[in-house]
């Protein structure tokens, strides 16, 4: 009998599957495998990457060190920021706060 995953479950294997694929199945990428990860899954949020100084931005706000390779850590870091930042603008009730930070 097959397992019936829940869309939360089937949404984290998704993130997992995709970063592993851009990894080329590493345990890192390299920025130029961010940005197509990006650029493929993330069209939206690709826009604000697209030079040097927004791709260095947002690798500061994921914790990547200059010269560094991306880790899972540092990516879930990113998809932490997007949910918050997407919860914010898309709920319906603009006084509840999305308060989900990583510690």
């Not at 990547?64 to 990113?78: A, K, M, P, R």
């Not at 918050?84 to 603009?94: I, N, P």
């Amino acid at each position: 009998m097959a397992t019936k995953y829940s869309d939360l479950e089937l949404a984290i294997n998704s993130l997992v599957t995709e970063f592993h694929k851009a990894a080329d199945d590493g345990p890192t990428m390299n920025t130029t495998q961010f940005q197509t990860l990006l650029s493929n899954q993330l069209p939206t949020f690709a826009k604000t990457v697209e030079g040097d100084e927004g791709l260095g931005q947002v690798l500061q706000q994921m914790g990547v060190e200059s010269g560094q390779n991306i880790s899972f850590d540092n990516f879930w870091t990113l998809i932490n920021k997007q949910a918050v930042q997407l919860f914010g603008s898309t709920h319906k009730e603009r006084n509840i706060k999305c308060s989900c930070l990583l510690q």
